[in-house]
């Protein structure tokens, strides 16, 4: 949980977080409460999941419980499809603000490239940086030539892009890209939903190391500098997959959990629905990735 990588903006970020996706109000704020507990300083949460008051109740409680300052934690969220374009991501974010109970986000993000609006999406996250309502400002769930699209017109390049990544699912070729232009891989849903954990090479590198499918995954997010913030409602979990910095793997390990490389293109990658702003707020909490 100590690790932090530095964004192309000088800020820092902890390379480990907490994600609270699918989970309602209540459980974001006991998460969250959990996490701090447990030693977190970053959360991601976005609009879309539904749970920035839960986050933001459990922000202020766990701080409090746990002697921390605002300054001592990283908190991220995301612009919700319905709410992009300039004026209207300017007047959502405020919102977004008073629920989460604070004064500026660290991190804001663009949830999905909602296309013909992310241009204009992005020149909104400029002015909240200026204003220094966010202080640092990425995008999400973006392709290459969406990003390539967004950066033509871009005065501040992302820091970030959020893209669903685990062993099964590297973004190869994107991540050539962002490397080139240090903008830094945030991985969701690191331990792949399950199937990388299961992994036959996984689970070998587990009882080397003795340690778990979850840990050795993550420790080879961290090893290779991505952000990576896996979600969990359980503290026991929590607790296992900030325990990473005690072993570390060979280069001969990165490179054999390199190879499980499926290329397997995510669903959602393709799908027109999550380009579009036309989804009902809130009511696809429990599909939403
Ligand atoms: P739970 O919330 O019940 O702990 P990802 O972030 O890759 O999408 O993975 C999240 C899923 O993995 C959640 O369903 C979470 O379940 C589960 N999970 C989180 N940490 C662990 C762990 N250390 N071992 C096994 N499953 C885990």
């Known amino acids: 949980l100590a690790h932090t990588v530095t964004f192309n903006d000088g800020r820092k970020i902890p390379q480990m977080g907490l994600g609270v996706w699918k989970e309602d109000n209540a459980a974001a704020k006991r998460s969250v409460e959990q996490a701090l507990h447990a030693g977190y300083k970053m959360i991601d949460t976005a609009k879309q999941y539904g749970n920035e008051a839960g986050v933001g109740a459990g922000l202020k409680s766990g701080l409090k419980a746990n002697n921390l300052q605002r300054s001592d934690i990283f908190v991220t969220t995301k612009i919700f499809n319905g709410d992009q374009g300039y004026q209207s991501t300017l007047d959502n974010f405020k919102k977004s603000l008073q629920h989460l109970q604070l004064d500026y986000v660290d991190l804001l993000l663009i949830h999905w490239p909602v296309d013909h609006k992310y241009k204009d999406t992005w020149r909104a996250l400029e002015e909240l940086q200026r ?7 990425g995008v999400s769930n973006f392709d290459e030539a969406r990003l390539k699209d967004l950066l033509s017109d871009a005065k501040v390049i992302p820091v970030v892009n959020q893209l669903e990544f685990n062993p099964l699912n590297q973004q190869q070729k994107i991540r050539t890209m962002m490397a080139d232009l240090n903008i830094r891989l945030e991985a ?10 299961n992994n036959p090479v996984i689970v070998q590198l587990a009882q080397k190391y003795q340690k778990t499918p979850a840990q050795i995954i993550l420790r080879w997010d961290i090893q290779q500098l991505v952000i990576t913030i896996p979600k969990s409602t359980h503290e026991k979990r929590m607790v296992e997959n900030s325990e990473i910095d005690d072993f570390k793997l060979t280069d001969a390990d990165m490179k054999a959990i390199a190879a499980l490389d499926q290329e397997k293109k995510s669903l959602w990658y393709d799908d027109f629905k999550w380009h579009n702003p036309n989804i009902p707020e809130y009511d696809t909490v429990h599909s939403w990735p």
């Open 188 to 197: 969701w849903s690191p331990l792949g939903g399950g199937a990388a954990l």
């Open 131 to 137: 204003q220094g309502l966010a202080k640092s400002i």
